[in-house]
């Protein structure tokens, strides 16, 4: 099971328990803004010397918003909105890595940073 599906589980249970919907929202939220800022905090800052054109441009660009529910429960997603000149997003390179450089994981790292989140929580 992956962590969407154990998600998706835990706000059913919070249903169950007598939770809101908008106390639902405020903690999907809640996390969404957690898991941005861990991945802030573990995005790579490239230097000039390192062929980076623009240092931090992937750091500042990650962000979290609220998107349509999913299976009927609140839903967010924490994403970069960084576009290279040429049109590729930085978080390709940042996650995967290209040829010469190895890839920095941010949001695969974040995912299980938010897992950990939910499972503390239980």
Do not use: C
């Amino acid at each position: 099971m992956g962590i969407y599906e154990e998600a998706v589980g835990d706000i059913e249970i919070g249903l169950l328990k007598g939770e809101t919907r908008d106390e639902l929202r405020r903690g999907v939220d809640d996390i969404a803004a957690k898991g941005a800022a861990y991945a802030t905090s573990l995005a790579p800052v490239g230097k000039a010397i390192d062929r980076d054109a623009a240092p931090g441009t992937f750091k500042n660009s990650i962000v979290w918003k609220q998107i349509p529910d999913q299976n009927s429960m609140p839903a967010a997603q924490i994403y970069s909105d960084a576009i290279e000149p040429d049109g590729h997003h930085y978080s390709i390179y940042v996650e995967y890595g290209s040829r010469g450089h190895q890839g920095a994981g941010v949001f695969g790292a974040t995912t299980k940073y938010i897992q950990h989140q939910v499972d503390e929580e239980r």
